[in-house]
């Protein structure tokens, strides 16, 4: 029905304008990236959930979190944490490929 599937639209925007209200730039082997914190913890028990969850993580006076990694196959993490879905690897080199 179009009415039900037009109030489950404005929920979905309702939320996702909620929970992409914090923004996080991250700089990853000098490479910056700008996410959502609600990206980041979209995968629980992951390393991004952790170390925003342990208090230890924090901004450099940039206002960036560094990450210490390469930046070649980090769009392809972050693009999974922005969507939930399956990313295309295969035409990453076998070293990329471990990366992730």
């Given amino acids: 029905d179009f009415k039900e599937h037009r109030e489950e639209a404005k929920a979905k925007v309702r939320s996702s304008a909620i929970a992409s209200e914090r923004k996080i730039t991250l ?12 990206s980041l913890l979209s995968e629980k028990e ?40 399956p990313v295309a690897t295969d035409h990453l080199t076998e070293h990329e490929q471990l990366q992730l």
């Fill in 46 to 85: 992951s390393f991004f959930w952790a170390m925003l969850h342990s208090g230890q993580w924090q901004p450099d006076t940039n206002g960036e979190y560094y990450i210490d990694r390469s930046p070649t196959v980090f769009p392809l993490l972050l693009e999974y944490l922005r969507t939930r879905q």
């Fill in 27 to 38: 700089n990853v082997g000098g490479t910056v990236f700008h996410t959502t914190e609600a």
